[in-house]
């Protein structure tokens, strides 16, 4: 018999094909650096990276929605092969909708992981919501499934590996080596 808790994650990851990510507090720790010459700097975890890089292994799709707008993301993402990137997002559910229908994909194909207020309108809006251990409250609160981590220590790793367990393919794309 199938845990219930199993059950549950696979009929809710059965039909995500697309997961969109907040930047500052989700694939980083949230702290925003700036060194003596204003160089803004950035932590990713590379977990994350080898999670994502998993997840569109499996055929899926993985893009980024930020309202800060930094020339280190756009490396990362360059980096794992994500194209659908927006930044300098200032309403993120407009950008999100836009997103999800030019992959064709609808908001019920659609998880999102988010950690702070300019996330909620997003969360609210698609099939599975996901907020990260130490998101604001309130996030939380809209969130179907709370991650064990806190942003970028590996939680959008371990939302990934969570949904390609439940659909059942995890154990093939995480034999094969990828770079991260």
């Known amino acids: 018999m199938t845990h ?93 909708a836009e997103m999800i229908e030019a992959l064709g994909l609808t908001p019920e194909q659609t998880c999102y992981i988010g950690d702070d207020l300019p996330d909620l309108s997003v969360l609210r809006r698609v099939a599975l919501p996901i907020a990260v251990a130490d998101a604001a409250a309130d996030v939380r609160a809209a969130a179907t499934w709370i991650t064990k981590a806190a942003g970028g220590e590996g939680a959008v790793r371990e939302v990934i590996e969570r949904l390609l367990r439940a659909q059942d393919v995890w154990e093939e794309v995480a034999s094969v080596k990828v770079n991260s």
């Open 4 to 96: 219930p808790a199993l059950a549950s994650d696979a009929s809710l990851a059965a039909k995500i094909k697309l997961i969109l990510s907040d930047v500052d507090g989700v694939l980083t720790n949230g702290q925003i650096i700036y060194d003596n010459s204003g160089v803004e700097t950035k932590a990713f975890h590379v977990r994350d990276g080898l999670g994502i890089k998993l997840w569109q292994r499996a055929g899926h799709q993985f893009g980024i929605l930020t309202s800060r707008n930094s020339q280190i993301v756009r490396m990362r993402a360059a980096e794992l092969g994500i194209e659908t990137v927006r930044q300098g997002i200032e309403s993120k559910w407009p950008a999100a």
